[in-house]
């Protein structure tokens, strides 16, 4: 459709250009002479017609001012490009009119095959208003002709000189790669304490393929002077206003995967107004963002800088302070996991490995030989348990139903042999922030977008191999069989991992919570990129296979002839003493002194 609407457009400019040619040509029908009738004309006619001309005249000089001689001309098109950028600029205005990135699809593009590279900004549903202060009232650069005084592929220079004698110059410039646009505005129209006001109305055009979670994604994000990074409209499908009074070194309108932003050099924005707005009925439109900002002068000369591209860690540290935040790594406590360990080691392994499928595989392989010591620790102190299980049984079997009794012997039991039930759990939480640090990278990880593997076309979203025309609440209109797989294998483990580990005395069977939660992340995850479901699953089977090995290397005949021998030293030597020994005594301790106090207490009802 867009290779006719591109083939319509050239048809009608070759019939104007034909029709203009032909009326140039061909001379026009010579009329009969008309009869000479001397008429003079009157003075009064002549200025009724000049006087529209006049008007006209003055109302431009009245509002443009010194501007008003620039409010007329051509405008021509300047384009600069790069290996990752398009970007036309106008003449009038000086003003951007589109940007491309060339190497990058929308998922409706590359779902239909199509190639045509994607938009982030045109001049349709991105407008950017520079005002001017002059001393008839404001002058708006997008009303204005600038003259183009230089243009090649990386520069564009736009012109004005004022009759006065006074000049406005902007100048962009496009290095030889990546997605940073320089632009700055200088001249002596331009006074250096005037403050120039600037308005960015971008209407965010959907990139990705579900709607929802790209209005959830879509966000104006700023960064103070004070270093502080603010998102407003993240995870919100509703509109948003807010006025911010600190001085703000850059914005941005970030998206799932893309940002545009701009950034100022040596100054700062004195503050904004951010607003978003969710179309109701249009859906093509994700969020109609708008920014209000004013700036100096003189930070202007001194330079902005534009970023429109991935939110491709390494590529947004190339803009200034804070903007690699664009890219959400999770909560505080895990970001330095995704930035200095994942994020680079996927980088790695992608400069090697193009299939990103086993991609994935090879990042979890090394992920999980890492952990082996872990996994062999908590496999050992599982062991230790099953050793324990028989003298568990019979503490029960001797006290009865008494679960506080139960649970007191139990731990005499654990500080007899020198075990601790803790120790097998310890090195499971210590992967626990592994698991939540792929959770939050995955779905915001550029990496994956628009690379297939095996039934997914897409890993960073959801496969969908199975949907239907409605909506099923928790589950949405599809299944992913990635998340099914990952659930069937999330059960496995539950299963294998109950039937080596002994049941621990108490209220609640842990054994029967532990098939909840794979149940759980079944209906979290159905709409979560492809890449972590697959991730998750991959980390099971290999978990399980770790386990299997680490089996073939723990004697629990051995395991349980040191527990005896542990118990024998117990009752004849001095009692070594550790944090855990102490907390168990403290235990035991609280527990007999409870167990008393509940004897006495029952004792006393009887005697009344």
Known sequence: ?????????????????????????????????????????????????????????????????????????????????????????????????????????????????????????????????????????????????????????????????????????????????????????????????????????????????????????????????????????????????????????????????????????????????????????????????TVNTTISSTALAGGLQYYFGPNDLEELKKVGEGFHKNLYLGYDIIKPINRFIFVPLFDWVESFISNYGLLIIIVVLMIKLTLTPLIYKSYTSSAKMRVLAPEIAEIKEKVGDDAAKVQQETMKLYQQVGVSPLSGCVPMLLQMPILMSVFFLFPNMEMFRQKSFLWANDLSTYDAPISWGFDIPVIGNHLSLFVVLMTISSLAFTYYNNQITPTQPGPVDMKKISYIFPLVFFFVLNSFPAALSFYYLVSNLVTIAQQLIVKRFVDEDKIKTILEENKRNYATKPKKTNKFSNYLQKQLEAQEASNKEKAASLKNKKKK
Not at 144 to 165: H, I, M, R
């Open 1 to 289: 459709m867009e290779k006719l609407d591109k083939n319509y457009i050239i048809g009608f400019i070759l019939l104007f250009v034909m029709y203009g040619t032909y009326m140039y040509f061909m001379p026009a029908p010579v009329p009969p002479e008309p009869e000479k009738v001397e008429q003079k004309a009157s003075p009064a006619n002549t200025q009724a017609e000049l006087a529209p001309v006049i008007v006209d005249s003055a109302q431009l000089v009245q509002k443009f001012g010194e501007f008003a001689a620039a409010t007329s001309g051509e405008a021509k098109e300047v384009v600069l490009e790069n290996d990752q950028l398009k970007v036309t600029l106008s003449s009038k205005g000086g003003n951007l009119s589109s940007v491309v990135l060339t190497k990058y699809k929308t998922y409706e593009t590359y779902a239909n095959g199509g190639e045509e590279p994607m938009k982030v900004l045109d001049a349709i549903n991105s407008k950017q208003k520079l005002e001017i202060a002059t001393g008839t009232g404001t002058v708006d650069l997008r009303d204005l002709y600038f003259n183009v005084t230089e243009s090649t592929s990386n520069k564009a220079v736009f012109a004005l000189q004022l009759p006065n004698g006074k000049t406005v110059t902007q100048t962009y410039t496009l290095p030889t790669e990546g997605f940073i646009l320089d632009y700055k505005v200088e001249g002596t129209a331009l006074s250096s304490s005037q403050n120039v006001s600037l308005t960015w109305e971008n209407k965010l055009q959907q990139l990705e393929k579900d709607m929802l979670e790209n209005r959830k994604a879509a966000q104006i994000n700023y960064y103070d002077i004070e270093e502080d990074f603010n998102d407003i409209g993240l995870n919100s499908t509703s509109d948003e206003i807010e006025d911010i009074e600190e001085k703000v070194k850059w914005f941005s309108f970030k998206q799932k995967y893309f940002t545009s932003g701009v950034y100022v050099k040596d100054s700062y924005f004195d503050g904004l107004k951010a607003t978003l707005l969710v179309p109701t009925e249009d859906t093509t439109v994700v969020k109609d963002a």
